[in-house]
């Protein structure tokens, strides 16, 4: 099993930058793909950006963040980061970890077997 555990949501005004940390343990960190989601209220939970196993690794982004959100991972650590800039009021959602000890980076949430409870960002306009 995977724990995962989000922290540094919270309210930031538009063009603000905001930096999610994911912290795991159960497994070793070095064998599980991650990836961030996101759901809006009312809407399905989506891609938002996945990082291969490896710290130095691939890289993948939904074409709505690109360029505005950074993903990346400390092994040594056990941790992923979410930094997100130039954030949209549209990017208010809460923001899940997820994690799979499969090998491909993933986009669907069926794609991982493990998630965090998520936390909230909330963008102002």
């Known amino acids: 099993q995977v724990q995962l555990v989000e922290s540094g949501g919270g309210l930031v005004q538009a063009g603000g930058s905001l930096r999610l940390s994911c912290a795991a343990s159960?497994?070793?960190?070095?064998?599980?793909?991650m990836g961030w989601f996101r759901q809006a209220p009312g809407k399905e939970r989506d891609f938002v950006a996945a990082?291969?196993?490896?710290?130095?690794?691939?890289?993948l982004y939904a074409d709505s963040v690109k360029g505005r959100f950074t993903i990346s991972r400390d092994n040594a650590k056990n941790t992923m980061y979410l930094e997100m800039d130039s954030l949209k009021p549209e990017d208010t959602a809460v923001y899940y970890c997820?994690?799979?000890?499969?090998?491909?980076?993933?986009?669907?949430?069926?794609?991982?077997?493990?998630w965090g409870q998520g936390t909230a960002v909330t963008v102002s306009s």
């Open positions: 990082f291969s196993r490896r710290s130095g690794g691939n890289t």
């Open positions: 159960g497994l070793p960190f070095s064998r599980l793909v």
């Open positions: 997820a994690a799979d000890p499969g090998s491909e980076l993933g986009v669907r949430s069926r794609d991982y077997d493990y």
